[in-house]
């Protein structure tokens, strides 16, 4: 004699609803993923007007990512002015740090100088990615761009050009990178 299976069938003859009431509206949306604490540092002699545009610019894709944006600040093409608001970022426990500007070969371009100076750990793979999707995307800033990415304490510091072009491609191969350091940085590695 042979029996057939009944997914539904439970020990001792019982057996499980063939419908269940389910209101998807009453279901609240889970809070989204928030990547980490960023900062936002432009450096630039042109203030304001390069800040306008860049900081919005930053910021929204930044959140995008998920970051949650602690702030913008606009600092002269100065070498202490730089460090201090790198520093601030580090001390204030921020887990990302983007820097926009001074990454040339300007004389007044010293960014690259400054932020090696902080840094503990460098991460040239995530640099030379940036270079390299810079090359693809025909941002010629990007591609000459002398910026470091690396870790200080425990934030992760990284320094982009300033056209729009360097910031979009570069945001778009910088953020899924730094999102995967800051958890390897929290304990979690995800593996």
């Known amino acids: ?10 020990p001792g003859g019982r057996k ?7 209101d998807p509206t009453a279901v609240e949306p889970p809070e989204p993923a928030i990547a980490g604490r960023a900062m936002v540092v432009v450096v630039t002699d042109r ?9 919005p610019l930053v910021t929204e894709l930044l959140e995008e990512e998920g970051f949650l944006v602690g702030g913008v600040v606009g600092v002269a093409a100065d070498e202490s002015e730089i460090r201090k608001a790198l520093e601030t970022a580090v001390v204030g426990g921020f887990d990302f740090v983007v820097t926009i500007g001074g ?9 690259p100088e400054v932020t090696e100076e902080i840094l ?8 030379e990615a940036i270079r390299s999707s810079g090359l693809t995307a025909g941002a010629v800033d990007s591609i000459v761009s002398r910026g470091h990415v690396g870790v ?8 982009l050009a300033p056209s729009r ?15 995967y350091v800051v958890a390897q940085l929290s304990g979690f590695d995800g593996l």
């Open 1 to 10: 004699m042979s029996t057939r299976f009944d997914p539904r069938a439970l």
């Open 16 to 22: 499980l609803p063939t419908h269940v009431d389910f």
């Open 47 to 55: 203030m304001p007007e390069r800040e306008d545009f860049i900081g």
């Open 103 to 111: 990454t040339g070969v300007g004389p007044r371009d010293i960014t």
């Open 120 to 127: 503990d750990q460098r991460l040239p793979g995530i640099a």
């Open 152 to 159: 200080s304490g425990s934030t992760v510091v990284a320094n």
């Open 165 to 179: 072009a360097a910031i979009r491609d570069g945001m778009a191969t910088l953020c899924p990178l730094v999102s």
